[in-house]
């Protein structure tokens, strides 16, 4: 850390922070100003500390951290250039609530207490000013969701993971993608050792803020010299990792262990990188371990499609795909699928519950929408994976049937290891919460979504979790989608939430346990309409799902809600073809009337 004083008011002091205050109060500002510097990775301060001073960031940025008593740390905000730190703290008095890390090398200017109360003294709106900013800060954390929102990075370093080397052209290709999807007036450059003017830290902090404040989107290429690579990554906002598939050693490099250290786990993209689009995809799971990106994504080398998806992540345009849970309802998803697709809006990641995730693994998988239909034909109508009862103790079916054609089907292929993002929800009754599947056998995952409760029996995962379907906790998992990437969201809702559902059956017409074994036995119909097992576990889908689309959606989803087939249950997969060609026809109708949709499209 250094420690000069700041003798002219300088852009830092000139933010819009003290836009209304006079040329004396800042001028009295920036001469009791200490300058410090932070390289990144540093902290500032940490939770704990005694808050007996106030920091105006000049240049760089900074994490808030927050440990809890296990030791777990979060990130639960972002501190940008021109804006206070530790303001909270430091009128309240007490000890810092928070650590502070610099995401790469900042500049703050530092106000310790008898420095303050001297300024402050005399120039009253200095306080005035600041107490707007404490204000400001409290009304930001009450709005705030607990996990702070995934956001864009626009300073970008890009390294070799494990012992992979860049292919040629590979950042040219994405950059080129970058511009297409930020529009033909975007900035965005490839930026080389040799492009740096001067070999200092300042040199380099000074060069990016002019890049920076000119809006421009940076690709730091930190591969080389050690010196240049930790530069580079402890200045960068994100990391972009790029691993050979092929023929690259996972084993995490010296340029890597050190980029770590300024860049959290957050802010960590892996391209896992392939020749071409027939080549299997593998060893995902060794390129993951210890490296903790927040997301990974498999680039072929012959597909500008996948080059494209990599550029929408990177800029925030990622397209996301959240599907609801209903049994064979879920058909319309695969509607909804061909739809979007025939009108060129991309889906770059996929999240779903029960059926959701069913119809979402199997086009995560690379299955078109009629392999994924004849697949639920076979399981369903031709196998009967849904229509073997078993004594009632763990459930009213067999799982066995439906256990093998999921196994088969989906594989045992981890669901790191699929072309495209993919999610699964299920209830974890071990812990009362819900269970995001990210990894694992993709079976797994769906047959753990899908276990509707006393339908099927929960499904044990091998840490002894007890996961049942996904649908009674969270039927629509856009929330989840929202924390794993930025950008827009398709929903797609099933069922009628707008009409009640009542019927003309009296409750003490219910049948008793005598009559309903015999009618069992001799396959009689129900004489009244009294609500079966199946139909109750459909409508609290609907319930799900209609709870799901009046709060949790954000300006930045888009609802679908295809019309579903008069009377059709759950259970009823004849059905599912003429479903999806109702729900394509839908998206068709909603591209001419959403414009929001109308806008993804191509």
């Known amino acids: ?64 951290i927050i440990t809890d008593e296990a030791g777990q740390q979060k990130t639960v905000a972002r501190i940008e250039s021109g804006e206070p730190v530790g303001e909270l703290a430091f009128f309240a008095g ?31 709106e200095v306080t005035a000013a600041l107490l707007k900013a404490v ?6 954390v009450t709005a705030k969701t607990p996990s702070m929102a995934t956001r864009t990075s626009r300073v970008i370093a890009c390294l070799n993971a494990g012992g992979s080397t860049m292919p040629e052209g590979l950042l040219d290709r994405l950059a080129e993608q970058m ?32 890049r920076e404040s000119a809006g421009e989107w940076l690709l730091i290429e930190a591969n080389g010299e050690a010196a240049w690579s930790t530069r580079a990554t402890r200045n960068a906002d994100a990391l972009l990792l790029f ?6 050693d996972p084993s995490i490099n010296d340029h890597e262990r050190a980029a770590f250290t300024a860049i959290d786990a957050d802010s960590r993209t892996l391209a896992i990188v392939r020749q071409t689009s027939d080549a299997p995809i593998e060893r995902s799971l060794d390129w993951l371990k210890d490296r903790d990106p927040h997301l990974h994504h498999h680039i072929a080398l012959d597909s500008d499609g996948d080059f494209a ?55 995560a998988q690379g299955l078109s929408v009629e392999e994924t239909l004849d697949q639920m034909e076979a399981m369903f109508i031709e196998a009967k994976a849904m229509k073997r009862f078993t004594v009632p103790v763990h459930s009213l079916l067999d799982p066995a049937v439906f256990d093998h054609e999921l196994s ?27 269970f995001i599947h990210r990894h694992g056998p993709l079976w797994e995952a769906v047959r753990a979504s899908g276990s509707l409760p006393t339908i099927l029996p929960p499904f044990i995962d091998s840490d002894g979790n007890i996961l049942i379907d996904g649908g009674v906790l969270d039927n629509i998992p856009v929330t989840v989608m929202r924390k794993i990437k930025p950008g827009p969201n ?75 087939i008069e009377g059709m249950q759950i259970l009823d997969w004849h059905l599912g073809r003429e479903q999806a060609e109702k729900a394509a026809e839908y998206v068709a109708q909603q591209l001419g009337e959403n414009e929001e949709l109308a806008r993804l499209a191509s």
């Open 1 to 64: 850390m250094g420690d000069s004083r700041q003798t002219q008011p300088a852009d830092w002091i000139r933010s819009a922070l003290f836009a209304d205050l006079s040329d004396a109060a800042l001028t009295a500002l920036a001469e009791a100003a200490e300058r410090r510097t932070i390289k990144g990775g540093d902290y500032l301060v940490r939770q704990g500390d005694d808050a007996d001073a106030l920091y105006f960031v000049s240049t760089g940025h900074f994490r808030v």
């Open 94 to 124: 007490g000890t810092r609530t928070a650590s502070l890390q610099a995401s790469r090398d900042s500049e703050v200017m530092a106000l310790d207490r008898a420095a303050y109360d001297k300024v402050a003294k005399e120039y009253p």
């Open 135 to 140: 204000s400001k800060r409290l009304a930001d």
């Open 179 to 210: 511009r297409a999807v930020l529009g033909s007036d975007a900035k965005v450059h490839i930026v080389r050792q040799a492009d740096v003017p001067g070999s200092g830290d300042a040199d380099y902090q000074q060069w990016l803020y002019a």
């Open 243 to 248: 691993a050979d598939a092929q023929n690259g």
């Open 309 to 363: 998806r990599l550029a929408r992540f990177m800029t925030g345009n990622a397209v996301g795909l959240v599907l609801a849970g209903g049994g064979a309802l879920g058909c319309a998803h695969l509607g909804i699928v061909r739809g979007l697709r025939q009108s060129g809006v991309p889906i770059d990641y996929i999240g779903g519950t029960s059926a959701g995730a069913a119809m979402g693994g199997a086009i």
């Open 408 to 434: 088969t089907r989906y594989s045992q292929k981890d669901i790191a290891d699929q072309p495209l993002g993919f999610f699964a929800i299920s209830t974890n009754l071990s812990t009362n919460d819900l």
């Open 490 to 564: 398709i929903v797609v809702g099933l069922g009628d939430t707008s009409t009640a559902w009542r019927i003309d059956a009296e409750y003490n017409a219910l049948r008793s346990r005598v009559r309903l074994a015999r009618d069992v036995l001799l396959r009689r119909p129900a004489p009244d309409d009294f609500p079966s097992i199946v139909d109750i576990m459909s409508r609290s889908m609907v319930v799900a799902s209609r709870i799901a689309s009046r709060s949790m959606l954000s300006d930045n989803d888009i609802l679908l809600q295809p019309p579903i």
